[in-house]
T-cell receptor, first 113, second 113 residues
Framework: GDSVTQMEGPVTLSEEAFLTINCTYT??????LFWYVQYPGEGLQLLLK?????DKGSNKGFEATYRKETTSFHLEKGSVQVSDSAVYFC????????????FGKGTMLLVSP | EAGVTQFPSHSVIEKGQTVTLRCDPI?????LYWYRRVMGKEIKFLLH????????ESGMPNNRFLAERTGGTYSTLKVQPAELEDSGVYFC???????????FGNGTRLTVT
């Protein structure tokens, strides 16, 4: 079945550092890929998405590119802020739908001043 | 607009007891989903309602779990009898259409002792 693998956390960075959170997937067909973020005390929020190969999703300074050849969707940000501290989840859905998502285990990001 | 609301935010019960979780989706959202995150593991899909009908319940772990959505508005998820392995965070999400981004609630943290 479909699966998503994320790097283990926590990831600890200083403010303004470069962030990469790795995500690879296994899926049949052509999945859509997502990054969700959960800030402390809040629910999951869609951060960005990509629906086909070579698409780049971006939002709030975060980017991720759908790489079919390496089955990856790594999350990057050039300069993190303390307010980016949260848990980040990589996810996929089959086809172009959003409904049944397969999630990774989540990666906690801690940014210190 | 009000977001997805889940109640209670936390619940601590003893093994063998019954617990009912409630989810109020965003008004007008026909699609309602339940997901669960067991500690340290992935967020897993449980089931999907379209209005009051169960569209997909392939993720329900066993018959101790019963989800309802009478009238197509709010939904309840009952666990009876609860077991230790049921502990985790239960997320509800809603969307207006099946291919729309999901709006998640803050989750209910269930602890079974």
């Amino acid at each position: 079945g479909d699966s998503v693998t994320q790097m283990e956390g926590p990831v600890t960075l200083s403010e303004e550092a470069f962030l990469t959170i790795n995500c690879t997937y296994t899926a049949t067909g052509y999945p859509s890929l997502f990054w969700y973020v959960q800030y402390p005390g809040e629910g999951l929020q869609l951060l960005l998405k990509a629906t086909k190969a070579d698409d780049k999703g971006s939002n709030k300074g975060f980017e991720a590119t759908y790489r079919k050849e390496t089955t990856s969707f790594h999350l990057e940000k050039g300069s993190v802020q303390v307010s980016d501290s949260a848990v980040y989840f990589c996810a996929l859905s089959d086809g172009s739908g959003y409904s049944t998502l397969t999630f990774g285990k989540g990666t906690m990001l801690l940014v210190s001043p | 607009e009000a977001g997805v609301t889940q109640f209670p935010s936390h619940s601590v019960i003893e093994k063998g007891q019954t617990v009912t979780l409630r989810c109020d989706p965003i008004s007008g959202h026909d699609n309602l989903y339940w997901y669960r995150r067991v500690m340290g593991k992935e967020i897993k899909f449980l089931l999907h309602f379209v209005k009051e009908s169960k569209q997909d319940e392939s993720g329900m772990p066993n018959n101790r779990f019963l989800a309802e959505r009478t009238g197509g508005t709010y939904s309840t998820l009952k666990v009876q009898p609860a077991e230790l392995e049921d502990s985790g965070v239960y997320f509800c999400a809603s969307s207006p259409f099946s291919n729309s981004p999901l709006h998640f609630g803050n989750g209910t943290r269930l602890t079974v002792t």
